[in-house]
């Protein structure tokens, strides 16, 4: 809590630590371990990212938070940075999982394997530090439709809200593939939130990957774009419309790309609503309004010209502790938007909203 406002971080990340992939992989894919250089049997979990991106991110990481980092992100050092923050619960996602869950030509049982390794090491080591303050979000292994149901039970069963997805496609398929629907009515049916998260530098098809480089243009495509086309993948191809209780988040993007993203998808529906009537029989507007949450981000200085547009309802914060773009203090620069708005607005923003996305519902 900070200046009277309580905090729920939606988007925190843990630092996994190397030898969890030896230690909780089945044992018929050990040999499939990612090595202490992130590689899986020698070739890199990423592309297209530079020895000064990497030596850079690990100077700004220090810098934040020298505690933190001197401890290899463990459990006590996050909940410590947590209330050096202000913040109250934090739910947390992965750093090196968002790249090792997301190379194309791994078989799926392999990647599965890695999803399981990593729900369980956070379920039964990391969180399990303090479960009050420390909230999982459960991977999901998209490369195999026919087994995400089972990891979506497995998931509830521990008591967790959210299970979290990259936007790419997956071995040649978007997020409305018809073989990902029984993964979607899960999820409805369990109240399960389901989280969109960007990684640059993936060895999925991403946006501006085959165009650029440097982590500059990356960085900067990746996240908005990729979250743009999942949005409209998700109402164009009527997973919105089909599962109207669902609720889905999208993270680390930014909110600025949102009303006129809205406002394009409108005006294409009101156009050509002929074309997908289908599956698309509300204005896009209205699925995000009735089914979404979209984090913002602590610099965004349009935030009540959005807010006036789309309202504050579906607004959710979002710290990206402890990676090279996050900034100690992200939290107390959000507090001071009080000036900007209302008291009762930020702490929606704050607390309200993602209590509402996660389902938090036993959390004053």
Partial sequence: MINGYKIIDADSHVIEPPEIWARYLDSKFKDFAP???????GELITEKISLQVQEEGNKQMMQAHPHAYLNRYNPESHVQAMVQMGIDIAFIYPTCGLWLFAIDTLPAEVVGAFTDAYNTWLYEEFCRYDPERLKGVGAINFHDPEKMVKE??????????????????VKGRILSDLSYDPF??????????????????????????????????????????????????????GVLERHPKLKVGFLESGCGWLPYWLWRLDEEYKNLYWEVKDCVKILPSEYFRRQCYIAVERSEPYLSQIIEYIGSDNLIFGSDYPHMDHNPDVVIDM?????????????KILWYNSKKFYGLISIE
Avoid: Y
């Fill in 152 to 169: 979506v039970h497995r998931i509830a069963n521990w008591g967790w809200k959210a299970v979290f997805l990259r936007p790419n496609p």
């Fill in 184 to 237: 979607w009515t899960a999820c409805e049916e369990l109240n399960i939130a389901v989280s969109i998260h960007e990684g640059t530098h993936s060895r999925l098809p991403t946006t501006g990957a085959d165009r650029f480089n440097t982590r500059f243009a990356l960085h900067a495509c990746s996240h908005p774009m990729e979250q743009m086309m999942a949005l409209l993948t998700l109402i164009e191809g």
């Fill in 35 to 41: 090595s202490r250089d992130m590689k899986v049997k």
């Fill in 335 to 347: 507090v001071a938007f009080e000036g900007q708005l209302s008291k009762p607005v930020l702490q």
